[in-house]
Every structure is written in C-alpha cells, then in structure tokens.
C-alpha cells in the first residue's frame, strides 16, 4: 500500500510490510571474516608507533613476479587479432575455446596418462569462482564436510545456500563436518565419521601445505564411492608438486571419474591472479541423483550451469593461457615457480635452524609454523611483529585446527624473503 501519496520515481513506498523484496538470510550466517581486517589493523598501529621500523610481509597470498614473456607475447597476439575484423572475436563457447580444452586435455592430464575429454573441461574466470558456484548443482540439504584449517571459499558458499546454522564461538558452522588437520594426524583427516554428501579436498593445501599421499586420496575415491558421496578437489597448487610419489591429479586414483570433480587455476603457477583464468573438470561418470532417486550426469548439470550463467572468460586471457602450454611458456612457468619454491626452502631451512617446527614449504608455496612456547597464533603475529617486523598470518584464522600455528608464503621477493628469514633467527 502507497502511504506517501504520489511515490517517488523508482521508489514505491508502502506501509513497510512489503515494501523491498525479502534479502537472502543465510548471508547472516557468515561470521565476520575479520583476518586480513585485523591484521591490517594491527600492522598498521605497529608502523604508526614504529615509523622507521622496515616492515616485510610474508602473509601475502597473491604472486608477485610478473607474467611469463611467452604469455605476454601472446596477450599482444590476440589483441592485433581482436583489431582486424577478419579475425575479430566476440562471444566465445560458454565452456572455453577448443585451442584451450585440448591443451589442458594434453597436458595437464594426457601427458601423465590420464585421460580427460574436451567435453570434460569447463575454463572459468577463476578457480575461486568454480569452487563456490560447484555447490549450485547439489541439493539444499547435502552434508558438506570440510578440512579444518580450509580456504574459507567452500565453506562461505555453502553458507549463504542455506546449507549450514551460525558458526559457534570456535568458528565452526552448524551442520557442517569439519575434518581436523594438525601435526597429530600429519595433516591427514580422518574419514568422517558420518554420511556426508560433498567433501571439499585441496591439496597441495593452503593454508597447511601438506600434500596427499596415493593410499590416502585412495581412501577418500573408496569412501566417495561407498557414502555416494562427491569429492570436490582443488588442486590450484598443483604446479608446485616436487615429490614424485605425490599423485598430481585425483584422477591418477582408481575410481575417482565417478566421484571427484577437480578444480584447476592458471593463478599461482603462470600468475594469472590478475589475468583470471581457472578450468573444472568434471567427469562424464560423475552422477548425483534426484529426490525421486533418478541418477543424473554432473557434467551435463554443469554444463547446463555454465551455460546459463557465463559466456566464457575473454579471448585473449584463453590464448595468454594456452601460450603456457608451448615449450617456452612451461620453462618459464617452471622458473616462476623454482623461483617461489626456493623462497619455500630459505624459510623452511632457516626456521628449522632456529629451532621452530614447521611443515609444508616443499611441494607447496607455504609453510606452516608451529608457534613456540605455546603461544597463540595471534600472540606470535604481534611477537614476529615487535620482534623480526615481519607479517604473517595466523593460523587460527583459517580455522580452530589452525590455532597454534602461523602461515608464511614463499610469494615475496627473494631478497625480503632472506633477510626476514635472518631477522627471525636473529630475533625471535
Ligand atoms: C589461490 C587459490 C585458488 C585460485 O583462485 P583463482 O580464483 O583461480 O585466482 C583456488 N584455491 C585455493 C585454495 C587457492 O589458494
């Protein structure tokens, strides 16, 4: 109902009831994420108090060095291409350019001899996109089960579908099931001790760094398979595997085309962090199933998603990315990444030679400290802070696990990375 007469334009008013549509609240539910707000706080004071104290950040979680020259070449390529209208481009394939799906088929799966089709391959605008749209196509009341620290993505997402209560004072939301990662279990969890219905696996994994064995992502293709379950398995660190053992795709696992779906990104191995561009693969054997019980293919579901709510990411970033499959571009994104892992070993090295414990840092770019003495994980921030000048993140802030450790990332430059390393050894 009107009750201010002529209504502005735009803006209908009436008695309040039903004035504005209804807003989605699940968005309540989310906890204020106040980690990188608080550090940013606390490095803040820390500098105003200390003007001339030289502050090095190793909590970042972004790349740093520039783009490889084969991508760059490439970025130019393809905008000469966009200014002729011969070979002008404008909508694309929702799902990405075959130039681009064959190269990733290739080379990220044919070359380690598993087998991905074009079909298969979603390219998206971001492998933090993919891992919050996934949950799209499964039902409102499937179980989401979730490591414990975790990139906060998978559990956000699922949040604001409505698939979870409040989070309680340790951080956890209702109706999740968290699967602690600590030194006790070496950072593998334990299978849940409950049906679940989507469990979110990184690995290499942010923030711990661990990485799986075979045996263990074996057990959770097992799992997946008897729960019925689907895995959703982010590998966007993939790029930084060194150990040989270490399987770099879940589709190295028998059984795994029926149950996993892999998330990949172009981010942190070529440092399209800011070009934008990751891929989904999501298998022809992958099924869900409706109320009434019928089974239906995930990857048509998808596609049906993709289709509807993206016209593919630009041309030109699909080409800066197919440039890092030729010969030049993997040199040099093999280089980009030797570089930030030898970064990894600096930290690691001069940690565990002053006498901390820490984990991760070889077959990923983090390292994850135990903080000393007992000391909170935002205790140490504010120690390493006064003491080395040094910027991390703590652990907690991925999760109640996280509590008791503290996150550096090998994404600094070499010289900084050295002397905070030397500044901790010298100071803490
Ligand atoms: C950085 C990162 C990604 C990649 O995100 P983009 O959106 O592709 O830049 C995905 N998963 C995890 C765990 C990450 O840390």
Same mark, same amino acid.
């Given at each position: 109902?009107?009750?201010? =007469?002529?209504?502005?334009?735009?803006?209908?008013?009436?008695?309040?009831?039903?004035?504005? &549509?209804?807003?989605?609240?699940?968005?309540?539910?989310?906890?204020?994420?106040?980690? @990188?707000?608080?550090?940013?706080?606390?490095?803040?004071? @820390?500098?105003?108090?200390? &003007? *001339?104290?030289?502050?090095?950040?190793?909590? %970042?979680?972004?790349?740093?060095? &520039?783009?490889?020259?084969?991508?760059?070449?490439?970025?130019?390529?393809?905008?000469?291409?966009?200014?002729?209208?011969?070979?002008?481009?404008? $909508?694309?394939?929702?799902?990405?350019?075959?130039?681009?799906?064959?190269?990733?088929?290739?080379?990220?799966?044919?070359?380690?001899?598993?087998?991905?089709?074009?079909?298969?391959?979603?390219?998206?605008?971001?492998?933090?996109?993919?891992?919050?749209?996934?949950?799209?196509?499964?039902?409102?009341?499937?179980?989401?089960?979730?490591?414990? &620290?975790?990139?906060?993505? !998978?559990?956000?997402?699922?949040?604001?579908?409505?698939?979870?209560?409040?989070?309680?004072?340790?951080?956890? !939301?209702?109706?999740?099931? $968290?699967?602690?990662?600590?030194?006790?279990?070496?950072?593998?969890?334990?299978?849940?001790?409950?049906?679940?219905?989507?469990?979110?696996?990184?690995?290499?994994?942010?923030?711990?760094?661990?990485?799986?064995?075979?045996?263990?992502?074996?057990?959770?293709? *097992?799992?997946?398979?008897?729960?019925?379950?689907?895995?959703?398995? *982010?590998?966007? $660190?993939?790029?930084?595997?060194?150990?040989?053992?270490?399987?770099?795709? %879940?589709?190295?696992?028998? =059984?795994?085309?029926?149950?996993?779906?892999?998330?990949?990104? @172009?981010?942190?191995?070529?440092?399209?962090?800011?070009?934008?561009?990751?891929?989904?693969?999501?298998?022809?054997?992958?099924?869900?199933?409706?109320? =009434?019980?019928?089974?239906?293919?995930?990857?048509?579901?998808?596609?049906?998603?993709?289709?509807?709510?993206?016209?593919?990411?630009?041309?030109?970033?699909?080409?800066?990315?197919?440039?890092?499959?030729?010969?030049?571009?993997?040199?040099?994104?093999?280089?980009?990444?030797?570089? $930030?892992?030898?970064?990894?070993?600096?930290?690691? *090295?001069?940690?565990?030679?002053?006498? @901390?414990?820490?984990?991760?840092?070889?077959?990923?770019?983090?390292?994850?400290?135990?903080?000393?003495?007992?000391?909170?994980?935002?205790?140490?921030?504010?120690?390493?802070?006064?003491?080395?000048?040094?910027?991390?993140?703590? =652990?907690?802030?991925?999760?109640?696990?996280?509590?008791?450790?503290?996150?550096?990332?090998?994404?600094?430059?070499?010289?900084?990375?050295?002397?905070?390393?030397?500044?901790?050894?010298?100071?803490?």
């Amino acid at each position: 109902m009107l009750r201010h =007469g002529v209504a502005r334009p735009y803006c209908i008013l009436s008695d309040g009831e039903n004035a504005v &549509p209804k807003v989605n609240e699940h968005y309540f539910n989310l906890k204020a994420s106040y980690l @990188f707000s608080e550090i940013r706080r606390r490095t803040k004071a @820390f500098g105003d108090a200390h &003007p *001339d104290a030289r502050l090095i950040n190793l909590g %970042i979680g972004d790349v740093t060095q &520039p783009l490889p020259p084969a991508v760059i070449r490439a970025v130019h390529e393809a905008a000469d291409e966009m200014a002729r209208a011969e070979t002008f481009k404008g $909508y694309g394939p929702y799902v990405g350019y075959e130039f681009l799906l064959a190269a990733i088929a290739a080379h990220d799966f044919g070359a380690r001899g598993v087998k991905v089709g074009l079909d298969e391959i979603f390219v998206s605008d971001g492998g933090k996109s993919d891992s919050a749209n996934l949950q799209e196509i499964f039902a409102r009341d499937s179980v989401v089960a979730l490591m414990d &620290p975790v990139y906060p993505v !998978y559990a956000d997402s699922n949040v604001v579908a409505g698939r979870s209560g409040p989070a309680d004072e340790s951080g956890r !939301y209702a109706g999740f099931v $968290y699967l602690p990662c600590t030194a006790e279990n070496a950072f593998q969890p334990a299978l849940p001790d409950r049906h679940v219905d989507l469990i979110y696996l990184c690995y290499p994994n942010n923030p711990t760094g661990a990485v799986v064995t075979r045996e263990a992502l074996q057990r959770w293709v *097992d799992y997946a398979r008897a729960q019925e379950a689907t895995i959703l398995y *982010d590998a966007a $660190y993939e790029a930084y595997i060194a150990d040989a053992e270490v399987p770099h795709s %879940i589709y190295e696992i028998d =059984g795994a085309r029926e149950v996993a779906i892999e998330c990949r990104s @172009f981010s942190k191995n070529a440092g399209f962090t800011g070009m934008r561009l990751a891929y989904t693969v999501v298998p022809k054997e992958a099924r869900g199933r409706t109320a =009434g019980g019928t089974e239906m293919s995930l990857n048509a579901l998808w596609h049906r998603r993709v289709a509807i709510k993206s016209n593919g990411p630009p041309y030109i970033i699909q080409k800066a990315a197919a440039a890092v499959y030729t010969p030049e571009g993997q040199k040099q994104v093999r280089a980009l990444v030797d570089r $930030y892992m030898a970064n990894a070993r600096i930290i690691r *090295d001069g940690l565990t030679g002053a006498g @901390f414990t820490v984990y991760g840092g070889r077959n990923a770019p983090y390292i994850w400290v135990r903080t000393p003495a007992g000391l909170s994980s935002w205790d140490f921030f504010d120690t390493l802070l006064a003491a080395a000048h040094v910027v991390g993140v703590p =652990g907690s802030g991925f999760g109640p696990s996280g509590e008791g450790y503290f996150r550096l990332t090998a994404f600094g430059s070499r010289e900084e990375t050295a002397e905070a390393v030397e500044r901790i050894k010298t100071r803490l």
